[in-house]
């Protein structure tokens, strides 16, 4: 099994910026993709960046100029920074490990706010 870790988060104004990070122990050989997901009030959970193994990113055309996605699979770390936030951000913010047999962990989320 792994566990996800979560750190930063918080209350960001528009414009501003705020940094995630994520640290993955326990089976980490058997990840092959981290990323982000984040869930507002009222909607479903939805992507925002993944990062594969070999170096492969994918993100949600919402964020895509804005956040940037960094994984490291010798440390198990991943980290998002957001950029030029805004109030539609406003989310928990989970973070979301996919093993190679496509079974995901998920951390207990951090909450960003979005708002000035």
């Known amino acids: 099994q792994v566990q996800l870790v979560e750190s930063g988060g918080g209350l960001g104004q528009p414009g501003g910026s705020l940094r995630l990070s994520c640290a993955a122990s326990?089976?980490?050989?058997?990840?092959?993709?981290m990323g982000w997901y984040r869930q507002a009030p009222g909607n479903q959970r939805e992507l925002v960046a993944t990062?594969?193994?070999?170096?492969?990113?994918d993100y949600a055309d919402s964020v895509k100029g804005r956040f940037t996605i960094s994984g490291d699979y010798v440390k198990n770390t991943v980290s998002l920074q957001m950029n030029s936030l805004k109030p539609d951000d406003t989310a928990v913010y989970y973070c979301?490990?996919?093993?190679?047999?496509?079974?995901?962990?998920w951390g207990k989320g951090t909450l960003v706010t979005v708002s000035s």
């Open positions: 990062i594969t193994r070999r170096g492969n990113i």
């Open positions: 326990g089976s980490t050989f058997s990840i092959n993709l």
């Open positions: 979301n490990a996919r093993s190679y047999s496509r079974t995901d962990s």
